[in-house]
């Protein structure tokens, strides 16, 4: 893999964050690269979803830049960092969750579309929006399920519908935050085997407790703890590094 | 829940059939001599616009406006500060003739509805919950003891409007002439805001309430949402208000208290929030308590309370719940 600055489709410049004496991003500086899935794992409270919601924009980090592409986003709102190119999925859903898993995904494809301000024409039949949300909701398997509210679906289900929203708009990036976790294990399977052949078109930066699955997505894994990130390599080294093993995988 | 389009229609053929017994009541009364009783429909059906309006924004959108009364009520006095202007035969602002022509009226009440919702919006949309409520209830707090301060338009005695104002050569001052104007206004909005739900701004509309981390996060800035449905939802109001003053041939600070935008909102509550026919059915429900208890004793409001705190404890969905069944969503 070319690993050139300015190849980087993702680049996140030095980020600090503290909330009073707690550090939670401590001089992060990381980068995704096209064709690849970046892992991020790390003990819990590591700083790893806090890192998610500062390149989503929803955290303000106190210093540091991120790039997507050759734009620096880190003044940028949430929706015109979606709009951007930034698709996510939350570590704890959130979705409409009085809408069916249909009218979630919709509701991403309507906004990609950049058309919110029409006030005439019925949602539920255009076709525009359906066709195009049941293709996505078949992309994951989840079609199924196209009619149930997302109330409903377990909360590995969300978990996949949220997927299925982030794909909707058609983005440059995605960042997933754990997103096998409450997955059955056939589910995980058939996510994994998506994410693998995702990652050509749309890279992925990761964050999952689910090592088996980690090692067989991740191009490269990084290693978060207490805000710093400690060690960054393959997953063959990431198995053969003492001090990850000391710091996170023996904890396991 | 898996959605069953044949509760839609259920839905629909109980909305047809409210609105259709209203219209015949109405008509029922007039012929019947009762042109009270006509009035007292056409005060249904004005609060229910009112409550249309804002519906849109508290049901549909999740904005709780406390200061609804200040469109209300400034619908109301355009409709009154015009006619005076008109039968006195004086300028309003230099240049500017009094009308008591209603469409001239309600455009002058769109538009000056409008321009001051964007204002409020603007500044309390930044803000969410009980900040929210609190600036929107300044607001209207603020505009409804200018009214009364303000002599040259009856202070606090209000203002009477001698003649009511005219829509082309239609004899307003029939009653029952005078509910059809309303209750086709009330067939109009409630088309437009049915339109309005179901579109794109709608969809966007309703996840802006449901969850706008949700929203943000497909790209939809939740905020020009809301702004606009919140103009669209004074707007709505303003009119119901131009109207009740030309109903009551009176328009007063009462039209702009904190108690007025209370009471659209108990129309809402009552018959359903975010439900299309919510305000109808509330707002008749309303009337019904004021006119009939209210002819027995003054404190027919603990009676209204009562019924609110039923609806509220035991129908959370409204009246529209319990004849109509929950709220459908694809
Ligand atoms: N708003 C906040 N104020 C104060 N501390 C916070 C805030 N948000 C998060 N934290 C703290 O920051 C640390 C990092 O949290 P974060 O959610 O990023 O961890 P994580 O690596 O995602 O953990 P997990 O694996 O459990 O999801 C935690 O110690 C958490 O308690
Ligand atoms: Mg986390």
């Known amino acids: ?252 | 829940m898996i959605s069953t389009p044949r509760i839609m229609t259920r839905e629909k053929i109980i909305n047809t059939g409210l609105l259709c017994l209203l219209c015949c009541a109405a008509i029922a009364a007039y012929f019947l001599d009762q042109g009270y009783y006509v009035n007292l429909i056409s005060r249904i059906v004005v609060f229910a616009i009112a409550g249309i309006g804002l519906n849109l924004a508290l049901g549909f959108g999740g904005m709780v406006s406390l200061g609804h009364a200040a469109f209300f009520g400034i619908g109301g006095y355009i409709a009154g500060i015009s006619s005076q202007h008109f039968l006195d035969n004086t300028d309003v602002l230099l240049g500017l003739s009094g009308t008591n022509q209603m469409l001239t009226i309600w455009l002058i009440t769109i538009i000056v509805n409008a321009v001051l919702a964007l204002l409020i919006g603007l500044i309390s949309l930044r803000t969410t919950g009980i900040y929210f409520i609190m600036i929107t209830l300044a607001f209207a707090q603020m505009i409804y003891y200018f009214a009364i301060s303000w002599p040259s338009y009856g202070g606090e005695d209000g203002l009477l409007i001698s003649e009511r104002n005219q829509l082309f050569t239609i004899a307003t001052d029939n009653e029952l002439f005078f509910f059809l104007i309303c209750f086709s206004l009330l067939i109009f909005f409630l088309w437009i805001s049915s339109r309005i739900i179901h579109s794109r701004f709608g969809a966007a509309l309703e996840v802006a309430r449901m969850n706008h981390v949700r929203l943000a996060t497909v790209g939809i800035n939740p905020f020009p949402i809301k702004l606009v449905a919140f103009i669209f939802s004074a707007v709505i109001t303003a009119l119901a208000g131009a109207l009740f003053a030309d109903l009551n041939r009176f328009v007063s600070p009462d039209m702009l208290s904190w108690q007025m935008s209370g009471e659209i909102i108990i129309f809402i509550l009552l018959g359903g929030l975010g439900r299309l026919l919510g305000p109808v059915i509330g707002a008749t429900i309303f009337v019904l308590l004021e006119t009939f208890i209210g002819g027995y004793t003054e404190h027919w409001k603990l009676f209204l309370g009562l019924f609110l705190l039923a609806t509220v404890l035991f129908a959370k969905g409204g009246l529209m719940q319990i004849i109509a069944g929950k709220k459908q969503h694809e």
Not at chain 1, 51 to 79: C, F, H, R, T
Not at chain 1, 81 to 106: D, K, P, T, Y
Not at chain 1, 114 to 133: C, M, N, P
Not at chain 1, 187 to 201: H, Y
């Open chain 1, 1 to 252: 893999m070319n690993k050139r600055a300015n190849t980087a489709v993702l680049q996140i410049k030095s980020l600090n964050k503290s909330y009073g004496a707690l550090s939670v991003t401590d001089d992060v500086s990381c980068e995704l690269y096209p064709g690849e899935i970046h892992t991020l794992i790390g003990p819990n409270g590591a700083g790893k979803s806090t890192l998610i919601g500062q390149i989503a924009g929803w955290i303000k980090p106190d210093s540091g830049a991120i790039y997507l592409g050759n734009e620096d986003i880190s003044k940028m709102s949430v929706a015109k960092r979606s709009r951007m190119g930034l698709g996510r999925s939350f570590q704890v859903s959130s979705l409409a969750m009085e809408l069916s898993a249909r009218r979630n995904v919709m509701l991403a494809v309507q906004a990609r579309q950049g058309s919110s301000f029409r006030f005439w024409k019925a949602v539920d039949t255009d076709q525009s929006l359906i066709v195009e949300a049941d293709e996505i909701l078949k992309k994951l398997h989840i079609d199924d399920y196209k009619h149930v509210v997302a109330a409903e679906l377990s909360h590995g289900k969300r978990r996949e519908l949220e997927v299925a929203c982030a794909m909707a708009l058609k983005p440059k990036v995605l960042l997933l935050d754990e997103p096998m976790a409450g997955l059955d294990p056939s589910s995980t399977q058939g996510l994994v085997e998506f994410l693998l052949k995702l990652k050509e078109t749309i890279p992925i930066l990761l964050i999952e407790h689910d090592m088996d699955a980690v090692f067989k997505l991740s191009d490269r894994i990084s290693v978060l703890v207490y805000g710093k990130l400690i060690f960054s390599g393959s997953p063959e080294e990431i198995k053969n590094s003492s001090d990850v093993k000391s710091a996170y995988l023996g904890e396991d």
